[in-house]
């Protein structure tokens, strides 16, 4: 898996700490940013209302913020399925080659029509 997180995931890791209230220290360390980051999406995510900071500088996150966690949640399952048919549709595209076209390795065929038509 890529080392490097994508802006979506920070967020969604951000505001799944904030589900309780948490100081901005908390966030920084279970989210694993350096304070710059930290404060450039802190930033963002009280601007953009999916996180509120009450008087004692605790964080917490909106009903906004669950609403966005319950809507990525949902987009990760879809890409997760897509990916899936992609796999799959790629599986059967080998086995169609190799049914037209001889192949070299034979058990390549056998692996694929196993993996096809369990």
Same mark, same amino acid.
């Given at each position: 898996?890529? !080392?490097?997180?994508?802006?979506?995931?920070?967020?969604?890791?951000?505001?799944?700490?904030?589900?309780?209230?948490?100081?901005?220290?908390?966030?920084?360390?279970?989210?694993?940013?350096?304070?710059?980051?930290?404060?450039?999406?802190?930033?963002?995510?009280?601007?953009?209302?999916?996180?509120?900071?009450?008087?004692?500088?605790?964080?917490?996150?909106?009903?906004?913020?669950?609403?966005?966690?319950?809507?990525?949640?949902?987009?990760?399952?879809?890409?997760?399925?897509?990916?899936?048919?992609?796999?799959?549709?790629?599986?059967?595209?080998?086995?169609?080659?190799?049914?037209?076209?001889?192949? !070299?390795?034979?058990?390549?065929?056998?692996?694929?029509?196993?993996?096809?038509?369990?």
């Amino acid at each position: 898996m890529n !080392k490097n997180r994508r802006r979506l995931d920070i967020v969604r890791e951000m505001l799944s700490i904030a589900s309780v209230r948490v100081r901005k220290t908390r966030i920084m360390y279970q989210a694993n940013l350096n304070y710059n980051t930290l404060e450039k999406y802190l930033t963002g995510l009280l601007e953009s209302g999916l996180v509120k900071c009450d008087g004692d500088s605790c964080y917490s996150i909106t009903s906004k913020g669950e609403l966005f966690l319950q809507m990525y949640d949902d987009y990760l399952e879809r890409c997760r399925h897509i990916r899936e048919e992609i796999d799959e549709t790629a599986r059967e595209r080998l086995l169609l080659e190799s049914i037209c076209f001889k192949d !070299k390795n034979s058990n390549n065929l056998k692996m694929i029509k196993k993996d096809v038509f369990v």
